[in-house]
C-alpha cells in the first residue's frame, strides 16, 4: 500500500536536512504510530507525504499502491487516495464548509472521471456519515472551521475523512489540543473508519491517543529516521521510559 | 519552490485569450467624423433627432467642459487621452429602428448569443427585461410590452428625449449636473444612448430590468447615460453587464448614471463590469471613467450599489448617495479584483442630508499580478443630519507580493449625534489556506476561485440571484493564472 524507501527531505528555503533516510512500509487496513520527541521529523514526514511546498526531497522514494507518490501534486495525492487530518486545521472564511467539502469530493470524483455529486445527493450522504460518527451536521453549515472550538475543528477533519474515503489517512497529532472527552468522540470516529482496505498512519507525542486508536504497529522517530518499530506494546514502553535513549543515539 | 514565487511566476505567464469576450462583429457601421468639436455634438444631436432643448443642454456642456482640466487627484496612471482621435458616435447602420426582434440585424442577434446573451425573448433569462446598446446605440429592448401594462417605462433614452420629454428635462442632470466634474461633462455633450426607467407611483416593477453594454468599434468611445427614476411608493431593480473586444489601443468609456428615489421608494442598481482588462503588459483595455450617483430625495427611500469590478485597464468609479429624505438609506457593496497591470481606483460618497439617514459601504478589493486596488470613499453628515449613521468596512486581499492595495476613507461630520464607524483589514490568501483545499483534492487555481469568493461573499449575496452565480465564476475567470 504505503512503501517509504530510505526518504531525505530538507526545508528549502533553510536547506535544512530533516529527514534523514525513513524506511517504513504499510500494509492495507494497517494502522501505524510514529511516536517520538518534538523536531525529530514526524509532522515533516506527514507534510512531504502530502506534498507541501516548502521541502525538497533529496533521496529515496514512496511507492503509494504502484504510484510515485513524490512526484504528483497535492490534490493528485487527494485523488490517489491520501489524506492528511490536519494537526491545525485551517480557518478558510466566507466559504461554508458544506460548500468546500463538497468541492473536494466532486474535485476528486472528477480527477478520477467519476460522475460529479449534486447537491441534494451530498446532502444525503454528509447526514449519513455525521449520523455513523456521532457529529452534527450544524457545523457544515458555517465557514470553515472559523470559530470552531480544538474539538470541534478534529471532528470535521475526521468528518471530511468519512466522506473522501481515503485509502490511506495520515492523522498529525490529531490529539492536540484536545480535553479527553473530545479526545475519545475523535478517535471513536476514527475507529469508526478503520477498515480492510483503509490504512492509518497515527502521529503523536503520547501513548494517551493510542489507548482508543489501538495501532498494530508502532515506531519511534528520531532524529530524523526510525530508530525502532515493535507492536503497540512499544508505545506503553516508551510511556514509561522517554525518548532520551532514542535521542542520544 | 515557495509558493510566493510560483504565484509570481505564473502570473507572468497570463495570456490575454482569457477574455473570451474580446471578438470582434464585422458588421456595417456608420461613425461621426473623428475628433470632438460643436460639430460633432450637432452631429450627434442631429442623428437622433433630438429636439433643440437637448442640443442647447449639450452644447453648454461642451462648451463648459472646454473650460475643465482633466482630474489627476486618483491612484491611477495612464498615457493621456487624445479626444481628438476618438470617435464619438458609432452605430450599425440600419435603415429604420427595429420594431421587433426579428428585425433586428441578424449579426447583431450572433454577437449576442455568443456573449451568453440570446436576444430572443423566449430564451431570455426568465422575468429578466434587457436592453442592448451596441457602440453607440441601444439596439434591442425586450419584454417592454410586459412592462408597460404595469405602467413601467423602460426604453432607451435616446427614445425617451423624444417621447417623454417632460420626464426627461425635470430629472437629467439633476442627481449629475453637466459641470459636476470633467467627464460627466463630456458625457453630457456626446452621450448617445443608454437606459432610461421610470416607475411610477406605488408600482413594483415585476421584473428585473437589465442593459448590456457592448463596445465594438474600433477608436471608438462609449458615452452611455442612464437614467432611473422611482416614485412614491416603488421597488425597481436594475443590472448592467458590460464587454468589449480585444484591441491594443485603449478605448474610453465614461457613462453617467443617475438615479432619483422618491419616498418609501427603493432602488437596487447591480454592476458586472468586464471590460476588457488589457493584457498581462498592460497593453489596450478599457479607460473606465464613470459617475454613479443616487439622490434618495424622499423620506425613508433607499439605494443599493451592488458592483463587481473585475475588467477595464484603468476603473475610476464611484457611486455615491445623496440622501437627502429622511430616514433615507444608502448602500454601497463593491467587490473590485485586479489582476497583472490593472488599476482600480473606486469607492463610494455616502452624503448625510436629512436626519436619520443610514449608509452602509462593504468594499472588498482583491489584488494580484502587479495591479494597483484603491478603494477611496466619503462619509459626510451635513449639519441637518441628526442621528446619521454610517458603518464601513473596507478589506482588502493580495495575492502575491507585487500588487497594492491602498484605503483611502475621508470622513466630515457637522453634526455631532452622527455616528461613523470605519473599519478596515488587508490580509493575504495563505499558503496554508492553498495547502489545506489542495490536500482536499481541490485544484490551485479553484483553491482560490474558492477563497477569493468566500472573501467576496457578503457582497456576492446582494447580487440578483441570476447575477450572483456569474460573478462567482467571473471571479474565479479574472484570476485565473495568479497562483501557481
Known sequence: MLKISNLHAAIESENKPILKGVNLEIGAGEIHAIMGPNGSGKSTLSYVLSGRDGYEVTDGSVDFSGEDLMEMEPEERAAAGLFLAFQYPVEIPGVQTMTFLRTALN???????????????????????CKSLNISDEMMKRAVNVGFSGGEKKRNETLQMAVLEPKLAVLDETDSGLDIDALRVVADGVNALRSPN?????????????????PDKVHVMANGRIVKSGGKELALELEEHGYAQYEAA | MAATVDTVERVESITADKYKYGFVTDIEMESAPIGLSEDTVRFISAKKEEPSWMLEWRLKAYRHWLTMKEPNWAKIGYDPIDYQDTYFFAAPKQKVAPKSLDEVDPELLR???????PLKEQEVLAGVAVDYVFD????ATTFRAKLEEAGVLFMPISEAIINHPDLVKKYMGTVVPTSDNYFAALNSAVFTDGSFVYVPKGVHCPMELSTYFRINAQNTGQFERTLIIADDDTYVSYLEGCTAPMRDENQLHAAVVELVAHENAEIKYSTVQNWYPGDEEGKGGIYNFVT????????????????VETGSAVTWKYPSCILQ????????????????MQQADTGTKMVHIGKNTRS??????ISAGKAQNTYRGLVK????????????????LLIGDRCGAHTVPYIESSNSSARIEHEATTSKVSEDQLFYCRQRGIPEEEALALIVNGFCKEVLQELPMEFAVEAQKLVAISLEGSVG
Not at chain 2, 454577437?111 to 446573451?117: A, P, Q, V
Not at chain 2, 429624505?325 to 497583472?340: K, L, R
Open chain 2, 292 to 307: 454613479k450617483r443616487a439622490k434618495c430625495a424622499g423620506a425613508n427611500s433607499k439605494v443599493s450599489w451592488t458592483q
Open chain 1, 198 to 214: 483503509r490504512s492509518m498512519l497515527v502521529i503523536t507525542h503520547y501513548q494517551r491517543l493510542l489507548d482508543y486508536i489501538v
Open chain 1, 107 to 129: 474535485e476528486i470524483r472528477k480527477a478520477r472521471s467519476e460522475k460529479e455529486i449534486d447537491a441534494v445527493g451530498f446532502l444525503k450522504l454528509v447526514r449519513e456519515k
Open chain 2, 381 to 396: 453628515a451635513l449639519p441637518r443630519a441628526s442621528n446619521a449613521r454610517n458603518f464601513t468596512q473596507c478589506d482588502s
Open chain 2, 360 to 365: 452602509r459601504i462593504i468594499s472588498k478589493g
Open chain 2, 111 to 117: 454577437t449576442y448569443e455568443k456573449l451568453g446573451i
Open chain 2, 136 to 139: 453607440s446605440v441601444s439596439v
Open chain 2, 325 to 340: 429624505g429622511d430616514n433615507s438609506q444608502g448602500e454601497f457593496y463593491s467587490i473590485a479584483i485586479t489582476n497583472n
